[in-house]
């Protein structure tokens, strides 16, 4: 897991972001799987996702996305469901529920 270098915020400061997730634990020429495990109150560092994108939730909870501009997405993600999204703005997830959140993200290459 590396920090990468993107842009400058506003201040005029380069933002260095973090990965998608906390373990690449599948990776070819078309898809990288990231494992994610966030706990209660736990959230993600600041990062961008380059690729479309499909979250797999293997045990929900009750998620926020925050964006870097101060925009707040409320993510519930229950057990099982699967949600796609196109990449995007910068971001970080923050589980605001009272269970612990797994899942796999599949970046398509």
Do not use: C
């Not at 897991?1 to 915020?9: A, C, F």
Request: proline fraction near 6%; hydrophobic fraction near 35%; avoid cysteine.
């Amino acid at each position: 897991m590396t920090e990468t270098p993107l842009d400058t915020h506003s201040s005029g400061q380069e933002l260095v972001l973090g990965p998608v997730g906390q373990e690449i634990v599948f990776e070819n020429d078309r898809v990288r799987v990231w494992h994610i495990r966030l706990e209660p109150g736990e959230q993600q560092p600041l990062h961008r996702h380059d690729h479309p994108y499909l979250v797999v939730a293997i045990q929900g909870a009750k998620n926020v996305v925050q964006t870097i501009d101060g925009t707040r997405i409320d993510a519930d993600e229950p057990t099982g469901g699967v949600v796609y999204r196109d990449p995007g703005a910068v971001h970080m997830l923050t589980n605001v529920g009272d269970t612990t959140y797994l899942a796999r993200l599949v970046e398509l290459k």
